[in-house]
């Protein structure tokens, strides 16, 4: 096992969304990606269930269906909703990034069939129906998993970037992949080895911005 010498501040602050520099050529072996996964089902889940499951996806025509279920669900996104390069006019330098940000997630979506591996998270349930109202609970079971397989990939030399619009076909695609119908998907997280290692931690907005204490 080859990680990278990464501190885990660094390691939680440069592990970005990778899409453009997804390399898109070079096949991934299959047990890296079970060593992420080792990694992810260490994360904690509620009552210690364990309920879930990963699909990692590498049949050429497999991925490229999916892709483009994550196509038409990208385009319709982006058509129905502010594009992110539109967000922030009045500030020049968020709006820079902003448009950086929709360019890779185009680039992204007409791609995302190529990507060597694809692994989908899901949970499983005692019946087909998802829990009424606040589902944190459920996915509070799932997403930190999903993050820690991130983090183990990103060690490891290899890229990902969090998605979940393929969910407009969730059906089509459990289908497709053969998944039970008391699966439900959480996340679509493409996988590969990236290009170039200049990552860095993001701008975000200062945290007194956000910051609550005591009430808000």
Same mark, same amino acid.
């Given at each position: 096992?080859?990680?990278?010498?990464? @501190?885990?501040?660094?390691?939680?602050?440069?592990?970005?969304?990778?899409?453009?520099?997804?390399?898109?050529? $070079?096949?991934?072996?299959?047990?890296?990606? $079970?060593?992420?996964?080792?990694?992810?089902?260490?994360?904690?889940?509620? @009552?210690?269930?364990?309920?879930?499951?990963?699909?990692?996806?590498?049949?050429?025509?497999?991925?490229?269906?999916?892709?483009?279920?994550?196509?038409?669900?990208?385009?319709?996104?982006?058509?129905? @909703?502010?594009?992110?390069?539109?967000?922030?006019?009045? %500030?020049?330098?968020?709006?820079?990034?902003?448009? $950086?940000?929709?360019?890779?997630?185009?680039?992204?979506?007409?791609?995302?069939?190529?990507?060597?591996? !694809?692994?989908?998270?899901?949970?499983? !349930?005692?019946? %087909?129906?998802?829990?009424?109202?606040?589902?944190?609970?459920?996915?509070? @079971?799932?997403?930190?998993?999903?993050?820690?397989?991130?983090?183990?990939?990103?060690? #490891?030399?290899?890229?990902?970037?969090?998605?979940?619009?393929?969910?407009?076909?969730? $059906?089509?695609?459990?289908?497709?992949?053969?998944?039970?119908? %008391?699966?439900?998907?959480?996340?679509?997280?493409?996988?590969?080895?990236?290009?170039? %290692?200049?990552?860095?931690?993001?701008? #975000?907005?200062?945290?007194?911005?956000?910051?609550?204490?005591?009430?808000?």
């Amino acid at each position: 096992m080859n990680t990278q010498p990464l @501190s885990p501040d660094e390691l939680l602050s440069t592990t970005r969304s990778v899409r453009k520099r997804l390399d898109l050529q $070079r096949p991934v072996p299959i047990e890296l990606v $079970r060593e992420c996964l080792r990694i992810a089902v260490q994360a904690p889940t509620g @009552s210690n269930r364990q309920d879930w499951h990963w699909i990692v996806v590498t049949d050429a025509a497999a991925r490229a269906k999916i892709g483009e279920y994550y196509r038409r669900s990208f385009e319709r996104y982006y058509r129905s @909703s502010p594009a992110p390069e539109h967000l922030y006019p009045d %500030d020049a330098a968020r709006a820079g990034v902003q448009r $950086r940000v929709a360019a890779s997630a185009v680039y992204l979506a007409e791609r995302m069939g190529e990507v060597p591996v !694809l692994v989908i998270a899901g949970i499983k !349930l005692g019946s %087909d129906q998802l829990p009424a109202g606040n589902q944190a609970g459920l996915w509070g @079971s799932l997403l930190p998993a999903v993050w820690s397989y991130m983090l183990a990939a990103r060690v #490891r030399g290899l890229g990902t970037a969090w998605t979940s619009l393929h969910l407009a076909y969730e $059906r089509e695609v459990a289908e497709l992949l053969g998944i039970p119908a %008391d699966v439900h998907q959480g996340a679509l997280i493409p996988t590969a080895y990236y290009t170039g %290692d200049t990552f860095r931690p993001a701008a #975000r907005v200062p945290l007194d911005e956000v910051i609550h204490l005591d009430r808000w």
